[in-house]
């Protein structure tokens, strides 16, 4: 009787153990569905972003670890903001549509392209590529890729290299070419938007006299939660001393971007001396792209000059940015105009914002060698002109937006600006002009009024606009 017992007692244990089993497996179910809302929710709240304060610089008050910075705490003379004061807590948090995203299928259905290849004596990197995309809180999964041609294709690329019709290149008897698959996918995979240019230089070319192709078959896929815009501030000044503009520009932009989670990088070393030292920008900003490229860090980066300061901090980067029909705009500037024919209607660059992609990197790298292959022009303002010049010289149009001057590279101070570009002029007039707009406004109250919906509206009215009705920028001397 005792061993009936004892083995009723082991299948009650069993029983037991079985259904703490299912418990967990339900649990978990729960768990990973929600997942999706947690995670998204989760960067929807405020979580001051761990910033390393940059070289040489303190805090201003150790007992105000949200608050300006210096190099100097000794001789400090109070006058740096301390900008959470500004920020409304509503602004901070990221207002995202979790109902609808949930909404969403976790796929779309498969889609195939035919992209033509290409055949040219110009290299692939000034060729304008095919585009595939996807939708919004959707990227691009890579199901096949195969680039050749197949037999009795008579639907797909039917013009030989000269441009005419020639059943000879087109029909043949057996598959023609190779799998390319894990080529397109380290090109495209991940990606919201990705675009292909199809050349023999790429390619081996196994099929000689045969009109090719490349032949895509892709997936959208839902991205698992609503992700964050990862974006990285930079700025540079070699020489920056206590109670000066470009110190306040460095603790404003430090405060500002541990306020909205964005990383902000303060360099302070010219490593490139034997060129003109307004070049560290762009060299500044290659390595960035790279950065951003190499370890997927950044999504976006954002150059500020050292005479910059925050008028309104409740304003985030992310306002800016291109819409959703956008996906081609990889560059965001400012319109720049003194006045004068001889310095006109051009960008400033004295706020960059540029997306992480391969375009902003040959971009980069073409500005930064532009003076090498036009040594005839003179370059006044040496990289704003030759970014300005290169954007034209290449036909970017697709590429980037120039914006009104008032959103952030206002040279005269008007409420309802992001920021405040004090150019030109010695840094002591710049740091009289910052105090008595400080002393005029009590630390800048009431110019912060604008809100991130009202700014989206204005910006996405702007980028609306039919392009000849934007700003237009020339080239310059």
């Known amino acids: 009787m005792s061993a009936y017992y ?10 037991y153990i079985l259904l703490l089993i299912i418990i967990v497996i339900q649990l978990r179910n729960i768990y990973i569905g929600d997942s999706k809302i947690k995670s998204a929710q989760t960067n929807s709240i405020l979580v001051k972003k761990e910033i390393k304060l940059p070289i040489g610089f303190v805090l201003v008050d150790e007992e105000v670890p949200n608050g300006p910075i210096t190099i100097d705490r000794e001789k400090d003379d109070g006058t740096k903001r301390k900008l959470i004061d500004l920020v409304r807590k509503e602004e901070i ?107 023999h230089h790429q390619y081996k070319d196994k099929c000689p006299k045969i009109s090719k192709y490349l032949h895509v078959e892709y ?51 010219n490593y490139v001396a034997g060129r003109q030292i307004y070049f560290v920008k762009i060299y500044n900003l290659i ?54 024919k001889d310095i006109c209607c051009g960008i400033n ?48 149009t697709e590429h980037y937006v120039v914006v009104p001057p008032e959103w952030f590279n206002t040279r005269k101070i008007v409420k309802g600006s992001f920021l405040y570009h004090i150019m030109g002029g010695p840094s002591d007039e710049k740091l009289k002009i910052w105090h008595k707009f400080l002393n005029d406004t009590n630390n800048g109250q009431g110019w912060n009024d604008l809100t991130n919906e009202e700014f989206r509206k204005q910006v996405l ?12 920028i020339r080239l310059q001397e």
Not at 95 to 107: I, P, T, V, W
Not at 237 to 252: A, F
Not at 312 to 335: D, F, G, H, Q, R
Not at 369 to 383: D, M, Q
Request: charged share 30%; proline share 3%.
């Open 6 to 15: 004892n083995n009723i007692f082991e299948l009650k244990n069993i029983s």
């Open 93 to 199: 948090k990221n207002h995202f549509d979790y109902s609808s995203f949930e909404k969403l299928e976790n796929s779309l259905p498969k889609q195939e392209e035919y992209i033509c290849e290409i055949r040219t004596k110009y290299r692939p990197e000034v060729l304008k590529g095919y585009d595939i995309s996807c939708p919004e809180h959707y990227v691009i999964k890579i199901e096949k890729s195969f680039y050749g041609r197949y037999k009795h294709d008579k639907k797909n690329c039917l013009m030989d290299k000269d441009k005419e019709f020639n059943i000879k290149s087109i029909d043949i008897d057996k598959d023609c070419g190779e799998d390319k698959t894990r080529n397109i996918k380290e090109l495209c995979e991940g990606k919201n938007y990705c675009s292909i240019t199809v050349t």
């Open 219 to 269: 997936q959208c896929i839902k991205e698992e939660y609503i992700k964050k815009e990862k974006i990285s501030i930079i700025s540079f000044y070699n020489s920056i001393k206590v109670n000066t503009i470009e110190e306040h520009s460095v603790s404003e932009f430090y405060q500002y971007a541990k306020i909205h989670g964005y990383d902000f990088t303060f360099e302070n070393l």
């Open 287 to 340: 390595y960035k792209i790279m950065e951003g490229l190499k370890y997927n860090k950044y999504n976006w980066v954002v150059w500020v000059d050292s005479d910059i300061l925050v008028l309104n901090p409740n304003i985030k980067i992310e306002t800016l940015l291109p819409s959703e029909k956008m996906k081609k705009v990889n560059l965001i500037v400012a319109y720049d105009y003194w006045g004068r």
């Open 349 to 396: 660059a004295g706020v960059i914002i540029m997306r992480v992609c391969q375009w902003s990197l040959d971009m980069l790298m073409r500005t930064i060698t532009y003076a090498y292959f036009n040594p005839e022009e003179e370059l006044r303002l040496p990289e704003q002109i030759a970014l300005n010049n290169d954007l034209i010289q290449k036909n970017e």
């Open 461 to 472: 009215d702007y980028y609306e606009l039919p392009k000849e009705k934007q700003y237009q």
